[in-house]
């Protein structure tokens, strides 16, 4: 078979949606660093694409082609490499080019079915898999070059490819057309933030600005120096400041904020509220304000255990945030974010904007709960502007 006869094959399965992976292997020039080329189909904005991973030494790089534009690409590699592996729907193919571009084609009938549903047929399984290395964890020393998850470093892996999960679940909430405005308020150590950025400027191939902010200034000068390494350019920033002062933005995408202490989670959400974000992903940490507010003699019986009223007041805390968030337009619910071996702080704020007004009986709910705990909450003085005079 000559050279442009298998690209046209080849270019053509994919073009037609039929490949489900396939492997480019064997560089025939070791110096230029490339070691082998993986392939497979994605969806982005609901159009078959074709994503491109490009494995050197170190990195790990990504490209997401139309399916019907990659017979250049492929042209390129296949004169660069001497062997393809790939799965198509009802055929395994073994390609292997000579020195002169010779080709031997061999197919294998196969069962194999591609998949019709692509953006839920990822879900199935982690939206980051072990074995395959995303320079990000490899940087971050999560992961070992070779994409092996290191010792002792599993439950933050787990950790991170949950939270993707939520990324990817909020996609369908977000503008699709414009550069999503994206802010991680106290972003620490920033891996979640990193993965965010890969999830979605890498993996989804969408127009992202992320900001990272963070009261500690040596942290953040980390994470600009990581981010220049994985050369991330200008659509990653972090910041040193405090979120509360931080009020610099008109019109925001996305705010997460995970483990931000105290009512600093408050503080963002209240930003994140009248900035109108779409979508709010909220992990809090320590809650004093309440426990120290909570005068309910009502409920003695619990309160009077100290154990139990730090809990107590860490739920109702999250409660109310859920409940401030639904008076303001939210559909706001409180889910496990990892499972609570790991941490006892597992549980996400996720809130989409829908804009509905809360009905009177709500309201009334709302008013009573708060009367019963004695609570003064942070949140609901931040957001007196948008409550307006609901709550009086
Ligand atoms: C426990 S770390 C969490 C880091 C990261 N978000 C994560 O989940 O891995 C909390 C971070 O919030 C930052 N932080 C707390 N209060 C803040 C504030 N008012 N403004 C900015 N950052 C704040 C701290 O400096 C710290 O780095």
Redesign the pocket.
């Known amino acids: 078979m000559e050279f442009k006869e298998m690209l046209d094959e080849f270019a053509g399965r994919v073009a037609d949606g039929r490949l489900i992976k396939a492997t480019i292997s064997g560089p025939r020039r070791k110096s230029e660093g490339l070691q082998r080329v993986r392939i497979k189909p994605v969806e982005l904005r609901g159009e078959l694409h074709v994503q491109f991973e490009y494995q050197y030494e170190r990195i790990l790089k990504h490209e997401n082609i139309p399916a019907g534009e990659v017979r250049s690409e492929l042209g390129r590699l296949l004169g660069d490499f001497r062997q393809v592996q790939a799965s198509f729907t009802g055929e395994d193919v073994q390609i292997l080019l000579s020195k002169k571009l010779k080709v031997s084609w061999k197919t294998e009938r196969t069962e194999n079915a591609a998949s019709a549903d692509l953006s839920h047929d990822r879900k199935k399984k982690y939206l980051l898999e072990e074995g395959t290395p995303y320079p990000f964890l490899v940087r971050l020393g999560v992961q070992t070059p070779n994409g092996k998850v290191k010792k002792g470093k599993m439950d933050k892996f787990r950790q991170i490819n949950r939270f993707t999960e939520f990324i990817d679940d909020s996609l369908r909430h977000l503008p699709k057309d414009r550069t999503l405005r994206i802010l991680?308020?106290?972003?620490?150590?920033?891996?979640?933030t990193f993965a965010l950025y890969h999830y979605l400027k890498i993996e989804q191939g969408l127009d992202v600005q992320v900001t990272g902010?963070?009261?500690?200034k040596e942290?953040i000068e980390d994470c600009r120096q990581i981010s220049a390494d994985l050369g991330y350019g200008d659509s990653l920033e972090f910041l040193v400041?405090?979120?509360?002062d931080y009020n610099d933005e008109t019109q925001v995408d996305m705010v997460v904020t995970?483990?931000?202490?105290d009512v600093?989670t408050d503080?963002a959400l209240a930003r994140a509220v009248r900035w109108g974000a779409d979508v709010i992903l909220s992990?809090p940490?320590c809650q004093h304000e309440l426990f120290a507010q909570l005068d309910a003699p009502e409920l003695g019986v619990m309160l009077q255990h100290g154990l139990i009223k730090e809990r107590f007041a860490a739920l109702a805390t999250d409660s109310i945030r859920a409940e401030l968030l639904g008076l303001v337009g939210y559909d706001a619910q409180l889910l496990e974010f990892i499972d609570m071996e790991h941490t006892p702080k597992n549980i996400m704020i996720r809130a989409y904007r829908t804009g509905r007004k809360p009905d009177v009986q709500r309201v009334l709910r709302y008013k009573q709960f708060r009367g019963l705990l004695g609570a003064d909450p942070f949140l609901e003085r931040e957001l007196s502007g948008r409550l307006g005079d609901i709550l009086k």
């Open positions: 991680d308020f106290g972003s620490g150590k920033s891996y979640l902010l963070d009261l500690k942290v400041g405090d979120i509360n995970l483990h931000a202490c600093a503080a992990v940490c």
